[in-house]
């Protein structure tokens, strides 16, 4: 069988959403770096695997996926254990909900190059006001979509980590990066303090997976 490779960066949030999902499943893999600093997204070969030039690629059962919440669908789809998503209709819709309020409204509006424009036309105090809000504004809310039956203080729903965790905790390290406290928000810090106790999310967190240890610190890559 072909070995499985995580085309990734080790500070991309999306990728690192993946990491975590392959780490709870136990799917070895090969990782291969492309740097977002240095421009290795836009190179022709990356293209080829991702006409959006953007990470997390998988290479897996003879497929090129892209795109990492249609990955973590597919993964759960394909090796259901341990489930991803609970099997109640109602809780999946839930668990969904929360990692799309994640990667569709507060990821995008602070990836690279959101935050490069808002910095030419407002300088670097505009970039970083910009992401915090952002930040700030997206954890409040979904600390308050915590608030259902469903929750327990451990993981997004039920004492498990499912979809929803994989897509906030590397929100969380974003928010971590950007200076956005985020103590006060008691669900999400129940949850971080959940997952902080899994060895899947710490095996996956950027800490662990920088190529190098020295690499240069940017506040740009999501």
């Known amino acids: 069988m072909a070995a499985v490779v995580l085309h990734d960066y080790w500070r991309s949030s999306a990728s690192y959403r993946v990491r975590i999902a392959l780490a709870l499943k136990g799917i070895d893999h090969d990782r291969v770096t492309v740097d977002l600093v240095g421009g290795g997204q836009r190179s022709p070969d990356?293209?080829?695997?991702?006409?959006?030039?953007?990470?997390?690629?998988?290479e897996i059962d003879g497929l090129v996926l892209t795109q990492s919440l249609a990955i973590l669908e597919y993964l759960d789809e394909t090796r259901p254990e341990p489930p991803l998503l609970p099997a109640d209709p109602?809780?999946?819709?839930?668990?969904?909900?929360i990692a799309l309020a994640v990667a569709c409204d507060i990821h995008p509006v602070s990836n690279l190059g959101v935050l490069a424009r808002v910095e030419a036309l407002g300088g670097p105090e505009a970039r970083a006001a910009w992401n915090r809000d952002n930040i700030a504004r997206g954890l409040a809310a979904i600390d308050t979509m915590l608030d259902h039956p469903g929750f327990t203080g451990r993981f997004c729903h039920g004492d498990t980590p499912t979809l929803a965790d994989c897509t906030l905790v590397p929100q969380l390290y974003n928010a971590t990066r950007w200076q956005v406290p985020f103590d006060h928000l008691h669900r999400i810090t129940a949850v971080a303090n959940s997952c902080d106790d899994v060895a899947a999310f710490r095996a996956a967190h950027p800490d662990h997976t920088n190529p190098s240890r020295e690499a240069k610190v940017t506040t740009g890559e999501t």
């Open 90 to 97: 109602a809780a999946r819709t839930h668990v969904r909900a």
């Open 46 to 58: 990356h293209l080829a695997r991702n006409p959006q030039g953007l990470v997390p690629v998988l």
